[in-house]
């Protein structure tokens, strides 16, 4: 029998689902190392590898067609039996597939545990907070045909019947021991690079709700709220499993956030309902069409005035061949199919298509404002300074107003 849902105020005592999370000392030393693999992988030897590129496979694509390579997939077939760039990728390959079982044992010891203590938060909690679940969701093909990146589960599973959230903990494991690539707590601090752009470019804007598409947890949005005091928090996602764990941390933090259990292609909120959408990590996960119903949704779902900002991974073309051929690497191998076609898009041409009109949209990449001096974030919207790359101290965004 499952103990009854907590009084108001017995909620006020939310638990801290982090603490679940006890790993062994060797259990999190293996999860840190594992960790520093990947993102060793990652990081420095993206460059060995092309450094070995230019070594070796470029000058025989040279003398092969008279040229350098255009485009990242003639890099890729050019290095396609070179031996350090096999290596690289089964090393990368192994280091992502090792971190997910490196939680798992601290995770499976304490899911009964887990799974009670969250069960007895009220879906209306005491701060305000709510969450909607859908049992019938039906999650889409692209979701369930395969693990994305090669996490057992992918975001959905609920490995111990309905309830059960021990994904979600499995997922947040690896970011408390850390460290993974991108391995602060809100995830890169994309929530604080995109509000504060937002806030800077249009200090006219006063959103009053948001809607995160894809919140997993929710962590991007406790940015927003410091960003635009008394905004309302809404996060949508199609896994249960991070939506109830989101919906207790909330609680526990004593945010309110609405989170509701919900396919981003189609929504049941109301037309204009929102004044600022954004998104992070999404749009690679998804198909091309789904990725064109979801922006479609997003204009329906913005009031006059609102903005729509999802930040993703820079446009083939906007990057460097060697640059491009690194980004699609996770389509071939990193179970994550639709990154290439995604990134095959042109991110402006996506709004327009879907009613923004060109001249308000925008693309680019923001600074991360935690590490990029105040002064020059001044320097950079007057367009005197570049943001830091891409996963290197910035973001690329894009998006327009209504
Ligand atoms: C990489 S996570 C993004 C997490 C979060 N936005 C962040 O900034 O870290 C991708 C999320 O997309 C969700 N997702 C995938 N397809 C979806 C869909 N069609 N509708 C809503 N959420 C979806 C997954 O459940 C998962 O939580």
């Given at each position: 029998?499952?103990?009854?849902?907590?009084?108001?105020?017995?909620?006020?005592?939310?638990?801290?689902?982090?603490?679940?999370?006890?790993?062994?000392?060797?259990?999190?030393?293996?999860?840190?190392?594992?960790?520093?693999?990947?993102?060793?992988?990652?990081?420095?030897?993206?460059?060995?590898?092309?450094?070995?590129?230019?070594?070796?496979?470029?000058?025989?694509?040279?003398?092969?067609?008279?040229?350098?390579?255009?485009?990242?997939?003639?890099?890729?077939?050019?290095?396609?039996?070179?031996?350090?760039?096999?290596?690289?990728?089964?090393?990368?390959?192994?280091?992502?597939?090792?971190?997910?079982?490196?939680?798992?044992?601290?995770?499976?010891?304490?899911?009964?545990?887990?799974?009670?203590?969250?069960?007895?938060?009220?879906?209306?909690?005491?701060?305000?907070?709510?969450?909607?679940?859908?049992?019938?969701?039906?999650?889409?093909?692209?979701?369930?045909?395969?693990?994305?990146?090669?996490?057992?589960?992918?975001?959905?599973?609920?490995?111990?019947?309905?309830?059960?959230?021990?994904?979600?903990?499995?997922?947040?494991?690896?970011?408390?021991?850390?460290?993974?690539?991108?391995?602060?707590?809100?995830?890169?601090?994309?929530?604080?690079?995109?509000?504060?752009?937002?806030?800077?470019?249009?200090?006219?804007?006063?959103?009053r709700r948001i809607l995160d598409l894809a919140t997993q947890e929710g962590k991007q949005l406790y940015a927003y709220r410091d960003i635009f005091p008394g905004i309302e928090l809404h996060g949508l996602d199609i896994a249960a499993p991070s939506l109830r764990y989101g919906h207790a941390m909330a609680a526990y933090k004593g945010v309110p956030i609405h989170f509701s259990q919900q396919n981003a292609e189609s929504t049941d909120y109301p037309d204009g309902h929102f004044d600022l959408i954004v998104s992070s990590f999404f749009l690679h996960e998804i198909s091309v069409p789904a990725?064109?119903?979801?922006?479609?949704?997003?204009?329906?779902?913005?009031?006059?005035?609102?903005?729509?900002?999802?930040?993703?991974?820079?446009?083939?073309?906007?990057?460097?061949?060697?640059?491009?051929?690194?980004?699609?690497?996770?389509?071939?191998?990193?179970?994550?199919?639709?990154?290439?076609?995604?990134?095959?898009?042109?991110?402006?041409?996506?709004?327009?298509?879907?009613?923004?009109?060109?001249?308000?949209?925008?693309?680019?990449?923001?600074?991360?404002?935690?590490?990029?001096?105040?002064?020059?974030?001044?320097?950079?919207?007057?367009?005197?300074?570049?943001?830091?790359?891409?996963?290197?101290?910035?973001?690329?965004?894009?998006?327009?107003?209504?």
């Amino acid at each position: 029998m499952p103990e009854a849902p907590l009084t108001r105020a017995e909620a006020a005592d939310t638990p801290n689902l982090d603490a679940f999370f006890r790993p062994t000392h060797d259990e999190y030393v293996r999860t840190r190392y594992i960790g520093v693999l990947l993102n060793h992988a990652m990081v420095n030897l993206r460059y060995a590898v092309w450094d070995e590129y230019k070594a070796s496979a470029e000058p025989a694509f040279k003398k092969k067609h008279g040229r350098a390579a255009k485009t990242g997939k003639e890099i890729h077939h050019a290095l396609a039996d070179n031996t350090f760039y096999r290596t690289y990728s089964s090393f990368r390959y192994n280091a992502q597939e090792m971190g997910p079982q490196s939680v798992q044992a601290p995770v499976e010891r304490v899911i009964p545990q887990l799974n009670a203590a969250v069960a007895r938060v009220p879906d209306n909690d005491h701060v305000g907070g709510t969450l909607r679940l859908n049992r019938d969701i039906e999650y889409p093909h692209y979701l369930t045909s395969m693990d994305a990146h090669l996490t057992p589960g992918g975001y959905w599973s609920e490995h111990a019947g309905e309830g059960d959230i021990s994904q979600a903990l499995m997922l947040q494991g690896r970011r408390i021991a850390g460290p993974v690539v991108n391995s602060s707590r809100d995830f890169g601090s994309v929530g604080a690079a995109v509000g504060t752009w937002l806030a800077r470019k249009y200090p006219d804007f006063k959103p009053r709700r948001i809607l995160d598409l894809a919140t997993q947890e929710g962590k991007q949005l406790y940015a927003y709220r410091d960003i635009f005091p008394g905004i309302e928090l809404h996060g949508l996602d199609i896994a249960a499993p991070s939506l109830r764990y989101g919906h207790a941390m909330a609680a526990y933090k004593g945010v309110p956030i609405h989170f509701s259990q919900q396919n981003a292609e189609s929504t049941d909120y109301p037309d204009g309902h929102f004044d600022l959408i954004v998104s992070s990590f999404f749009l690679h996960e998804i198909s091309v069409p789904a990725t064109k119903r979801v922006i479609a949704e997003c204009y329906r779902l913005l009031a006059p005035g609102g903005i729509l900002a999802h930040m993703e991974l820079p446009p083939s073309k906007s990057c460097e061949p060697l640059l491009d051929f690194s980004f699609n690497w996770d389509a071939r191998y990193n179970n994550e199919p639709n990154y290439a076609h995604y990134r095959a898009q042109d991110p402006t041409g996506l709004c327009t298509a879907a009613g923004f009109d060109r001249k308000k949209c925008f693309e680019l990449e923001v600074p991360v404002p935690a590490t990029f001096k105040p002064e020059n974030y001044e320097k950079f919207l007057k367009g005197e300074m570049a943001s830091p790359p891409h996963g290197r101290g910035g973001w690329f965004i894009f998006g327009g107003r209504k």
